[in-house]
């Protein structure tokens, strides 16, 4: 099957570290995506990794292990406005990729 | 600033009314996307068109009608829609190829009265 899985709400102080973990199972792979998402605007593109390691970009890092079905974003120096949904992503590797499978999202609240 | 526009920004209408949510790209992306959002959920997809032309369709109810007058332009158009199509409609756009990232509007915030 195809699924995912990623913890529905954290919480972090501002200043700190977070990492959000993502597990996925699927049959072949085409990368994987993680989004931002404020309360009530639209998703906006994070990072796509689809080697083995870890990317990082300014404040936010993606990691990635094919073999363990595993992706975590990593987020540093946490800022108020890091609050909002991250929701993990990844086309099928079967049938039409562009029917992105979708994560629930996890809701990260950043406390003061 | 969001490089996909979409209009309305919100929109209110009746379960017999008929309208549009229209939506532009000018980045040169040849597929372009429409999600429906609920609370607290992950955009669900309806429709995509590549090139112009439908390449899928998520068993959307016929009261929603997607439309693609050009390579620039998608809208999704409205007709007798219930209380419980109330949602957020979010396009997006992305270049060929399945590691494209996808390209938000801001959506537009539908309610059903």
């Known amino acids: 099957g195809q699924n995912i899985d990623q913890p529905t709400e954290m919480t972090a102080t501002e200043g700190a570290i977070v990492q959000i973990n993502c597990t996925y199972q699927?049959?072949?792979?085409?990368?994987l995506f993680w989004y931002q998402q404020h309360a009530g605007e639209a998703p906006t593109f994070l990072s796509y990794?689809?080697l083995d390691g870890l990317e990082e970009k300014g404040r936010f890092s993606s990691f990635l292990s094919r073999s363990k079905g595993y992706s975590y974003l990593l987020l540093k120096e946490l800022q108020m406005k890091d609050s909002a949904s991250y929701l993990c992503?990844?086309?099928?590797?079967?049938?039409?990729?562009?029917?992105?499978?979708w994560g629930l999202g996890t809701s990260l609240a950043v406390n003061p | 600033d969001t490089e996909v526009t979409q209009t309305p920004k919100h929109l209110v209408m009746g379960m017999t009314n008929k309208k549009s949510l229209k939506c532009e790209q000018h980045?040169?992306?040849?597929?372009m996307y429409w999600y429906k959002q609920k609370a607290k959920k992950p955009p669900e997809l309806m429709f995509v068109?590549?090139?112009?032309?439908?390449?899928i369709n998520e068993s959307v109810p016929s009261r929603f009608s997607p439309e693609c007058p050009n390579s620039s332009l998608l809208n999704l158009h409205l007709h007798a829609l219930q209380p419980e199509d109330s949602a957020l409609y979010l396009c997006?756009?992305?270049?060929?190829?399945?590691?494209?990232?996808?390209?938000f509007g801001n959506g537009t915030r539908l309610t059903v009265t």
């Open positions: 990794n689809v």
């Open positions: 980045m040169g992306h040849r597929a």
């Open positions: 699927t049959s072949g792979f085409n990368g």
């Open positions: 068109y590549s090139y112009e032309k439908l390449s």
């Open positions: 992503v990844y086309p099928p590797h079967a049938g039409n990729n562009r029917k992105l499978i």
């Open positions: 997006a756009s992305s270049q060929e190829g399945f590691d494209s990232p996808l390209h």
